[in-house]
């Protein structure tokens, strides 16, 4: 009893552990069916991604948020397909504060949901 309990338990720890990087990737379903005015019904605005990662501050790729001009600093990277400066994007976001922002650009959020335009 108890070897197959260990064996179990082992076999549990083994393929319950996985490495897992948090990346905000982007849906591309659906992108060119939905029309800007249901977008924004479903609660997303419209953003471009802003490439600092040059500036001395490290900020790496911000999202500017096209009505307002407000800069955000997403806590989680963005997918290496939307990391293009200019890069045009639907954002779905919620504010947060964090213990230690890692830049002091930009407001930052957790990224909901992510979509190109």
């Known amino acids: 009893m108890r070897l197959t309990t260990t064996v ?3 076999t549990f720890l083994f393929f319950s552990c996985t490495n897992k990087k948090a990346t ?3 849906d591309t379903s659906n992108v060119t069916t939905t029309s ?5 019904k479903k609660g997303y605005v419209k953003a471009t991604v802003k490439d600092f990662s040059k ?6 790729f911000l999202l500017l948020l096209e009505e307002n001009r407000q800069l955000l ?3 989680k ?3 290496k397909e939307l990391e ?11 504010p947060i504060r964090p213990i230690a922002p890692i830049c002091k650009k930009g407001i930052p ?8 335009r």
Not at 55 to 60: F, R
Not at 84 to 94: A, S, T
């Open 36 to 40: 800007p005015s249901e977008m924004i």
């Open 84 to 94: 293009q400066d200019n890069y045009k994007i639907w954002l779905k976001y919620r």
């Open 73 to 75: 600093q997403p806590m």
């Open 109 to 116: 959020i957790n990224i909901e949901d992510i979509k190109p």
């Open 8 to 10: 179990f338990l082992a």
């Open 77 to 79: 990277s963005i997918s």
């Open 55 to 60: 500036s001395d501050e490290g900020c790496g």
């Open 24 to 26: 905000a990737t982007a």
